[in-house]
């Protein structure tokens, strides 16, 4: 069993960098359950804090940039490729790729394009939960194969 310092670091690892703590975790030998648990927790602590964090910072910002006196452009070549990927992919596009990029990026894009989503942090909790899954169990099965080659040698 890990102590709260090691549980911690683990944690906010799981936060900056999700994509590959489930592997150095299963690497270091810590059990499967306890890689899907902590990275779970960590992830959906992450989600709640950028979540709540992005939409502040949007509306702050919203406010610092707001111009009354010149009319801003709409269509620029940037935001009609946003909205084409947005239109294209919609919520269930950031779901799936939120487990390839970071927590702070996926929340910060809930939080921008659906503010209004009221389960969006908890959709995020699930997407990263199902990530958590998919990626120790993944890796405990390369670990297991590789395992099996060093030992046959």
């Known amino acids: 069993m890990m102590g709260p310092w090691e549980l911690a670091a683990w944690m906010m690892a799981s936060v900056v960098k999700f994509l590959i703590t489930p592997s150095l ?3 270091r030998g ?9 990275t779970s927790v960590g992830a959906a602590l992450g989600v709640l804090v950028f979540f709540r964090f992005g939409k502040w910072l949007f509306r702050k910002w919203g406010e610092l ?26 919520l269930a596009g950031l ?23 009221r389960s969006m942090p908890w959709s995020l909790m ?12 993944l890796s405990w099965w390369i670990r297991s194969g590789v395992t099996a080659e060093v030992g046959n040698l």
């Open 25 to 27: 975790m299963v690497a």
């Open 30 to 38: 810590i059990p499967a359950w306890e890689v899907v648990g902590v």
């Open 65 to 90: 940039t707001e111009r009354r006196d010149k009319p801003r452009r709409i269509f620029t070549p940037g935001r009609r490729r946003i909205v084409r990927l947005r239109h294209r992919f919609g």
């Open 95 to 117: 779901l799936v790729i939120s487990g390839l990029i970071s927590v702070p990026i996926a929340s910060l894009l809930g939080a921008k394009y659906y503010p209004h989503y």
């Open 126 to 137: 699930l997407a990263f939960a199902a990530w958590s899954v998919a990626l120790t169990f």
